[in-house]
């Protein structure tokens, strides 16, 4: 053989190797998860025909509940519990929209927060966690906004809830340099104690810095589970007992584009710097900010591109049903007022609400408005003004099973 037919050879060779190594690595990693997998498929144009039942919720105002934006939402004990950043408060609803009560304790007092960086319900306890980054404490309120404790924090923080026991999770959020436990910068999910300590962490970063809150939504279920989803991850995680396990990953079967685990190692975000997902999004790409809804019947799931996508899982026909809110040639504006700000659920019913922006285009156009079939949120919008509260909508769905 001469020399060039042995390194055509041996370049072969090793390449099949390389081939056979890297097939059975990857098939290791697929046999090591044991979860659910979830299709990513192409989106439909029409989201309103998927719509099983709905009902439109208008919020009692009072010369306490005065809402411009909800911010978040959560549902506990059949109240709704809304943050609004504008007065840095958490109001008190029933689930029919009925004024219980507030929670305001802004101030500098010890008591007292600087302004609300996160909030979270404790259904196990039946508790409303309040967190300050400012005053660097954590403030636990019962179920009807009374103040019950406030824990001083050693740490900058954005996302805490319940470990479903007597003690904290934090979830990893900005950059690393907030943190001064090693563990905490490397990790995303930090185990607490009652007291609010460092005692473990998991789930490695795989990001290389982002400066944007890493948990847009966690859901944390009445028997101390939890489903969340990090920045930019396929995969989402059941935290229960303190264990972590991945719980269900997604399988890309549509024409968008997602990262790879060595893009998305490299992507970067910084405020007023460097910012590479817009380059991947306007380049086909979704991808995922972490927030996740977990049913009896369904998971949610949000992705971005240049606009929201939205990922409905049936668990019982193992279907999905994606919504890009971008590709919508059917009744858009109407679709929005659903998809936009999906905040919590409860069973397989979803709460939506939509923001001022996406409500004022429906009301100021009166071509949409007159053309919409008699409904309930037809006559909802024809009876709105602008004192009104934040518009609540409550919405169930069916997946094709196709």
Wanted: aromatic share 12%.
């Amino acid at each position: 053989m001469n020399t060039s037919g042995f390194w055509t050879f041996s370049s072969l060779f090793f390449s099949i190797i390389a081939v056979i190594l890297f097939s059975c690595t990857d098939r290791k990693h697929q046999t090591d998860f044991s979860g659910t997998t979830i299709e990513i498929v192409n989106p439909s144009d029409d989201f309103m025909s998927f719509i099983a039942d709905y009902d439109t919720i208008r919020l009692e105002v009072t010369n306490e509940a005065l809402i411009d934006e909800i911010a978040m939402m959560k549902i506990m004990n059949g109240r709704f519990f809304i943050l609004n950043i504008s007065y840095s408060s958490v109001f008190i609803f029933t689930e029919k929209g009925k004024f219980i009560s507030k929670i305001s304790d802004t101030g500098q007092g010890p008591n007292e927060y600087i302004h609300i960086t996160g909030f979270e319900v404790d259904p196990v306890h039946n508790k409303i966690l309040i967190s300050d980054e400012f005053s660097k404490k954590l403030f636990v309120y019962n179920e009807d906004g009374q103040q019950e404790r406030i824990i001083p924090l050693y740490f900058n923080r954005e996302h805490i809830a319940s470990d479903g026991a007597d003690g904290f999770i934090n979830f990893f959020a900005n950059d690393n340099e907030r943190y001064n436990e090693p563990e905490m910068r490397k990790n995303c999910v930090h185990f607490l104690d009652k007291d609010c300590r460092f005692v473990s962490a998991q789930i490695p970063l795989k990001t290389k810095k982002i400066t944007r809150l890493s948990a847009l939504s966690i859901d944390c279920h009445a028997d101390g589970t939890i489903f969340y989803q990090p920045t930019l991850s396929d995969t989402i995680y059941c935290i229960k007992d303190r264990t972590v396990r991945p719980y269900y990953a997604f399988h890309n079967k549509s024409d968008y584009r997602m990262l790879s685990q060595k893009e998305r190692k490299k992507m970067m975000l910084l405020s007023g710097e460097r910012n590479d997902f817009k380059e991947k999004q306007n380049s086909g790409y979704i991808v995922s900010w972490g927030s996740v809804i977990d049913l009896d019947n369904y998971l949610y799931t949000i992705f971005e591109r240049t606009e929201e996508v939205h990922l409905f899982y049936d668990k019982r026909t193992g279907k999905s049903l994606v919504i890009d809110t971008d590709k919508l040639s059917k009744d858009k504006d109407i679709s929005n007022l659903f998809l936009r700000n999906i905040h919590c659920a409860r069973g397989d019913v979803f709460y939506s609400s939509p923001n001022s922006y996406r409500l004022d285009k429906v009301l100021s156009d009166s071509q949409t408005l007159s053309g919409m079939p008699d409904s309930k949120l037809k006559e909802y919008l024809q009876n709105t003004n602008v004192d009104d509260n934040p518009l609540i909508i409550s919405f169930s769905i069916k997946v094709p099973n196709r």
